[in-house]
């Protein structure tokens, strides 16, 4: 399928890649007699994860000793983190919030808190 993508995408301009109503025209043409059409012509979806439930199910213990355990405090309110979480769980919708905490700690444990600060070259 790749090949028969690259073969579309070089006998069509980038210009002619897509507009706001129609994406991924070189893809769509390239599996076009492959894939059922209600497929090749739908509109374009997400992809969706089940971090809510994840959250709230088999990932709460982790994220909470991860907030508990974070070395962001001096940047982040972690109680308020942990709170949210506790909440998230009692049925309360803070999963995007929590994602974001969460992914915040497992970077700066991992970059910021030891980093040295970024110099931008002359």
């Known amino acids: 399928m790749l090949t028969a993508v690259l073969q579309v995408r070089t006998r069509r301009r980038w210009t002619r890649r897509g507009n706001s109503t129609r994406t991924k ?18 509109p374009k979806m997400g992809f969706p994860t089940p971090h809510r439930q994840w959250l709230a199910g088999p990932m ?3 994220v909470d000793h991860l907030v508990a355990e974070a070395r962001c405090g001096h940047l ?3 109680e308020y983190a942990r709170r949210l979480l ?7 919708d803070h ?3 929590i994602w ?23």
Request: glycine residues 6%; charged residues 30%; hydrophobic residues 45%.
């Open 95 to 97: 999963a995007r919030k």
């Open 60 to 62: 709460f213990g982790w």
């Open 86 to 92: 506790r909440e998230h769980r009692e049925g309360h």
């Open 76 to 78: 982040l309110d972690l």
């Open 25 to 42: 025209v070189a893809l769509r043409r390239a599996v076009e007699k492959l894939v059922p059409p209600a497929i090749v012509e739908r």
């Open 100 to 122: 974001t905490i969460m992914v915040f700690c497992i970077w700066y444990s991992q970059i910021g808190a030891d980093s040295k600060p970024f110099k931008a070259r002359s």
